[in-house]
């Protein structure tokens, strides 16, 4: 698993990674194997969420075209549907903490039951620099109840719990401060995206993928504006492999 690298606050970043942030070109990779976590204290290299372009992928405004449309059905909902926060490979971090140490521009020190102390994270949603991991949430990148509306309706338990803990892509899961997450709720882009706008083209990036990897639709509403917010980013680019 690749997931995003770490931040470092934007005014230490030089004027060409500034020139290069906003809406370069994406990819998403979802096959790598996770990351082994770097020494507590160190600092990951700076890099726009999302990874560097490598020419791959399908345009993003192709790759939302191939978003099926649906009506949404919320009918049956509730958060319970998905067991999210498991400690699936049993080494004593739940789901939440494996993406807080992914996705650390410091390393913060693990202790015991993998308690978090120190480190440092930039929530991309609005540039805002976090020392204190308790003042993150973990976003689901399409929320429980817009998946459950656009198709989890439909999985099985186990594919819900699959979905709420998918740590086989860096576009699922994303650590941003808890203003901005609850700000979301369970938004789509056609209600909600992040109040930075260096975030717009990574955001539809990685929704865009997001829907992809699980088969999930989106409603006439939601493709009007993923398309016309899409306009500006047309180096943009989305690369995705189907969730097992």
């Not at 726009?48 to 009506?71: F, H, N, R, Y």
């Not at 494996?98 to 202790?111: F, N, R």
Request: hydrophobic share 35%; net charge negative; proline share 8%.
């Amino acid at each position: 698993m690749t997931r995003r690298p770490g931040f470092l606050p934007a005014a230490l970043l030089t004027a060409t990674a500034i020139a290069l942030t906003a809406c370069s070109a994406k990819t998403v990779e979802s096959d790598d194997p996770k990351p082994t976590a770097t020494a507590p204290g160190t600092t990951n290299p700076p890099g726009a969420p999302g990874g560097t372009p490598d020419g791959s992928g399908l345009p993003l405004a192709e790759a939302i075209a191939k978003i099926p449309v649906a009506e949404e059905k919320r009918t049956g909902y509730e958060r319970d549907s998905f067991k999210h926060w498991v400690d699936e490979d049993d080494d004593s971090c739940t789901t939440r903490a494996e993406v807080l140490l992914a996705e650390a521009a410091t390393t913060p020190e693990q202790g015991a039951r993998c308690s978090l102390s120190g480190g440092s994270w930039l929530s991309y949603y609005d540039e805002a620099e976090v020392t204190d991991a308790k003042k993150l949430d973990i976003d689901h990148m399409v929320p429980l109840a817009e998946a459950w509306d656009s198709g989890a309706h439909d999985w099985t338990p186990e594919r819900r719990e699959a979905y709420a803990n998918d740590l086989g892509s860096d576009r699922s899961l994303v650590a941003v401060t808890a203003k901005t997450n609850r700000s979301k709720a369970d938004r789509d882009p056609a209600q909600w995206m992040p109040p930075s706008e260096s975030a717009t083209c990574t955001y539809l990036v990685d929704w865009t993928a997001t829907k992809l990897r699980w088969a999930l639709t989106m409603d006439d509403t939601e493709k009007t504006a993923l398309l016309e917010l899409a306009e500006p980013c047309a180096d943009s680019v989305v690369k995705y492999e189907t969730a097992p």
